[in-house]
């Protein structure tokens, strides 16, 4: 099987002579010039000497390019960016970009929310490679934290449908991990890093520890990362119970480069959480007399990957570059449960065992014409056991997904750029066909097949050197996967599931516009966007009820909806080294289903962030943020039933953070830092527990 995968870089810095910042680009995960890359040399966060105005990896298009001349909304974080946030999970990282919003129902667990969509409504890479499994669901999941946020060197968000280049899932947007990768030296050398991080309001630990090897030939890199959690302390002091978790992860890559210009690479990933429980299920929600469950642990949740990448640069007869990648991944969901009340445990085991491979061919047709085309292909298998225990007795009951159950893909795609005078254009086409057997006779007699043609088209105008609008038309799809065809089962608002092997694809139909300006001191990102959604997959009641009093559902495509926002982002940089930063997000959401019209579900409220840094000293750096968000009354019904949910609207809120760092010198930095400074007692719409209070951060971050 072969797949494409097809990204591109771009890098612009700006020193402290205040000099425009020069971009520096390259094909994502391709040989590069180190100065580009996070090395032993690097400077240490929030250095004086060296200010990143623009980093941007792009994963919009397939060639690379100035972010500045691509036709889409794109934010980054770089790496310098990780050790100034919350840094736990690698979702935190995501909080206060520009049209991300973060959810959280238990503190080893968190996703973004892009443009309003979540779940596997949004597609998930890690260097190019698909991480959404076929048992994804269209709601908040656990999945993206089995990623070690410190193994990666940036994190990309795409927002608006990329289904073209993607494929299915990639609706809202695509959020791409792109991981470090040690780079090649004239001379034999070691390098690396070192992060040591204590946070108050948690009692959370984090250490990691990363080792390079460079040489002119190959490179090699292996690193370690621990976290281990207490109860978490919310705004006024109470304790929330059942927040203690641990992670650990290793992370190792090796790559080679041949003499004819050839480079091959293996990379491998783990991260595992022994026992993190989920705390909406044990903690009485909104509404509720009691707690879903006296016990409920995913145990472990684990993720393991290992990935081949050859990078051929000699251009052949029908191409100048191209890209090979092979993939596989297990993700491990085991669960071990005891509902409320009841008189023995439900133990589970869920897997997903995906292969992926891709292949990428980039071919100039002229000066100001390029072609990228390929291949994208996976397989993924799921295995699902349940056994239920009473005393030392123990049988199998229905597991949640139908054993052995399995969903593939094979797509191919092409995207054309040119350019005109002052207009650049791209327009892409892709054709994929999914074969989808639930392994169940009874449901599905035969394999499930769907297809699906989707395209888009965008324009970019330079209105000077500095200044673009951009627009896109996109349609994005979603087929139904296992978890929306066969899931059976509890869900939580004493819900059963029932399957439905009858869905059909969503599909999701786009227009979004905007601004930029990249200048020599401030760079500012607007978008408005509009978007319809069509064959929603919904969770619909039967009318019917369990023998244990649960009501019924079953996953049906009954909703459409409507999205519309607005996104914006600014960064400054003025003399003396002074930063400024801010975002902006609004969405508006609403969903006809059947002819009843209501507010669209788990729709972020107004939110944005706002911050500044300045030097005090040679070896001193101070920094003040805030992030705010309105509160949100429109709800949904679906809103009104979830228990994480105030019935009555989750209330806004506006929380301060304040942080000091040591230099001593270039490489080695020390941050103290007051988080939540007010002690705010709040909680980010949609998620399962109030956020931490305020607390302490001591962090120690050294290259060497």
């Known amino acids: 099987m072969l797949a494409v995968t097809c990204l591109m870089a771009v890098t612009v810095q700006a020193t402290a002579d205040e000099k425009p910042p020069t971009p520096a680009h390259k094909p994502l995960d391709e040989p590069s010039d180190p100065s580009t890359q996070p090395s032993g040399e690097q400077k240490s966060p929030d250095s004086k000497n060296t200010r990143t105005l623009d980093t941007m990896q792009v994963t919009a298009g397939l060639q ?99 289904s073209v280049l993607y494929g299915g899932d990639a609706m809202g947007g695509v959020v791409n991990v792109i991981t470090h990768r040690p780079q090649l030296a004239g001379h034999d050398r070691f390098s690396g890093e070192s992060y040591l991080a204590w946070h108050g309001a948690e009692k959370l630990a984090l250490a990691h520890l990363r080792m390079d090897f460079s040489a002119p030939t190959q490179a090699a890199s292996v690193a370690l990362s621990t976290l281990s959690s207490g109860q978490r302390r919310i705004g006024g002091g109470d304790l929330v119970p059942f927040t203690a978790f641990d992670s650990h992860a290793f ?5 080679r480069q041949l003499n004819s210009g050839l480079t091959i690479g293996v990379d491998t990933q783990h991260l595992k959480q022994p026992a993190t429980p989920r705390v909406d299920a044990l903690v009485a929600g909104f509404g509720q007399p009691h ?48 509902k409320w009340q009841a008189s023995g445990d439900t133990r589970e085991n869920n897997q997903s065992r995906m292969i992926s491979a891709k292949a990428t061919w980039h071919r100039q047709l002229a000066k100001n014409k390029r072609l990228v085309f390929g291949l994208d292909s996976w397989h993924d298998r799921i295995g699902s056991h349940k056994w239920h225990r009473q005393g030392n007795s123990e049988h199998p009951v229905a597991s949640r997904f139908p054993d052995d159950s399995r969903m593939q893909l094979l797509a191919g795609f092409a995207e054309y750029r040119w350019q005109q005078h002052r207009w650049q254009w791209n327009a892409g086409v892709r054709h994929s066909r999914y074969r989808i057997d639930l392994n169940r006779p009874q449901l599905a007699p035969k394999a499930i097949r769907l297809s699906d043609w989707s395209g888009h088209l965008g324009g970019l105008f330079s209105l000077t050197d500095r200044q673009r609008l951009f627009a896109n038309l996109g349609r994005g799809f979603r087929p139904p996967n296992i978890f929306d065809l066969g899931q059976l089962g509890p869900r939580p608002g004493n819900r059963f599931n029932i399957a439905n092997p009858e869905l059909q694809a969503e599909t999701l139909y786009s227009l979004d516009f905007g601004w930029k300006h990249t200048g020599s001191n401030w760079h500012w990102q607007s978008a408005v966007f509009i978007s319809r959604y069509r064959n929603k997959i919904a969770s619909v009641f039967t009318g019917q009820t369990t023998p244990e009093g649960q009501q019924v559902v079953q996953s049906q495509n009954v909703a459409r909806v409507r999205l519309r926002g607005l996104e914006n982002e600014l960064e400054w940089y003025g003399p003396a080294g002074q930063r400024l930063w801010a975002t902006l997000n609004y969405v508006w959401g609403e969903e006809d289903s059947g002819g009843q019209v209501e507010p669209a579900d788990r729709i972020p409220p107004l939110n944005g962030a706002l911050g500044f840094s300045r030097p005090i000293s040679s070896r001193w750096h101070g920094t ?81």
């Open 251 to 255: 992370n190792g890559k090796w790559l």
């Open 291 to 338: 707690p879903d469950a006296e016990h409920y642990l995913f145990s472990p949740n684990q993720r393991d990957f290992v990935h081949l990448f050859v990078e051929d640069p000699v251009p052949g007869a029908w191409f100048d570059s191209a890209r090979y990648q092979m993939a596989w991944q297990k993700i491990t969901d085991q669960r071990l449960v005891r």
């Open 624 to 704: 003040l943020q805030a992030r705010f968000a309105a509160a949100q009354r429109r709800l949904s019904a679906r809103d009104r039933r979830d228990a994480r949910i105030d019935p009555q609207g989750t209330g806004g809120f506006a929380v301060f953070d304040a942080y000091l760092t040591w230099h001593p010198n270039p490489n080695h930095s020390l941050r103290l830092g007051v988080q939540n400074l007010f002690d705010k007692r709040y909680r980010e719409h949609g998620s399962g527990l109030h956020a931490p209070g305020r607390g302490l951060l001591l962090s120690w971050h050294g290259l060497f």
């Open 64 to 162: 690379a390019a100035p972010v500045s001349n691509v036709a889409a909304a794109v934010s980054v974080i770089t790496r310098d960016e990780f050790f100034s946030r919350p840094n736990a999970l690698l979702p935190d990282l995501l909080r206060d970009e520009a049209g991300v919003y973060v959810q959280q129902t238990t503190p080893g667990q968190g996703i973004p929310i892009i443009r309003g969509l979540k779940g596997s409504q949004n597609l998930h890479l890690v260097d190019g490679i698909r991480l959404n499994t076929a048992f994804f669901r269209d709601a908040p999941n656990q999945y993206l934290a089995l990623v070690d946020p410190f193994w990666a060197d940036q994190i990309e968000v795409v927002r608006g449908p990329s």
